[in-house]
């Protein structure tokens, strides 16, 4: 599967601000990428799939004017978080697809906290 | 939604097999069985998948059923630095839906 990177680990902003993460396939070229968040003692939830060059795709319930999806490029898609609040603050994971034959791979997540 | 079942928990001794079952009976016929691991704060590890026939590599083997609506992982000599949660997920187009897991804990 793709190397998946993300930028930054971990952030801390106050509440009202925006925040960008990034997600980069490093050795892989993507036309789509997908987005989880993950509360404390939970599980993954996907939360939207990032299609290059055309909008996102959000799941059920996800704001997708407060959560920005842009897919720029074949190797990267950002994630804003707009006017963050506290209950923002999570761990937010991508991950790269795969072929069938290898695997999706998951980048190693920025941890969000809003004060 | 999540398409798979697994026990919430279970303990190992350290240097035994660990046997990780899961239940998929919904599976479509081109869905892989895919298993992978998250250790605190870190993005999931994958460890192995397979469609219909067993697999092993490096990290750990997959046991699949002949009807596919259930399969084991099996990490044949768990280590204490094995401690995680497993997730089992089965998948076809990339966007994979995490249910609860399996939080190993192997004990010395």
């Known amino acids: 599967g793709a190397v998946v990177s993300q930028h930054p680990s971990w952030v801390i902003c106050k509440s009202g601000t925006s925040v960008k993460i990034e997600c980069r396939s490093l050795d892989f070229q993507a036309t789509t990428m997908f987005w989880y968040r993950q509360f404390p003692k939970q599980s993954l939830m996907l939360m939207a799939t990032?299609?290059?060059?055309?909008?996102?795709?959000?799941e059920q319930g996800v704001e997708k004017d407060k959560f920005l999806i842009n897919h720029a490029s074949l190797t990267l898609s950002t994630l804003t978080v707009t006017s963050a609040h506290p209950e923002d603050s999570s761990f937010y994971i991508c991950?790269?697809?795969?072929?069938?034959?290898?695997?999706?791979?998951f980048g190693p997540g920025t941890r969000l906290t809003v004060t | 939604d999540a398409k798979t079942t697994q026990p919430p928990s279970m303990d190992c001794a350290e240097g035994r097999a660990a046997n990780l079952p899961c239940n998929h009976s919904t599976i479509s016929g081109n869905e892989y069985v895919y298993w992978y691991r998250q250790i605190h704060s870190q993005g999931p590890q994958y460890i192995i998948h397979?469609?219909?026939n067993n697999e092993t590599n490096e990290m750990a083997s997959l046991i699949i059923t002949e009807d596919r609506k259930s399969s084991t992982l099996i990490l044949p000599h768990a280590t204490l630095r094995d401690t995680a949660v497993y997730y089992c997920i089965v998948c076809f187009n990339n966007d994979m839906r995490f249910g609860a897991g399996t939080r190993l804990t192997v004990k010395p």
């Open positions: 397979g469609l219909k």
């Open positions: 991950s790269a697809p795969g072929t069938g034959s290898t695997p999706p791979d």
């Open positions: 990032s299609n290059e060059g055309s909008k996102a795709t959000y």
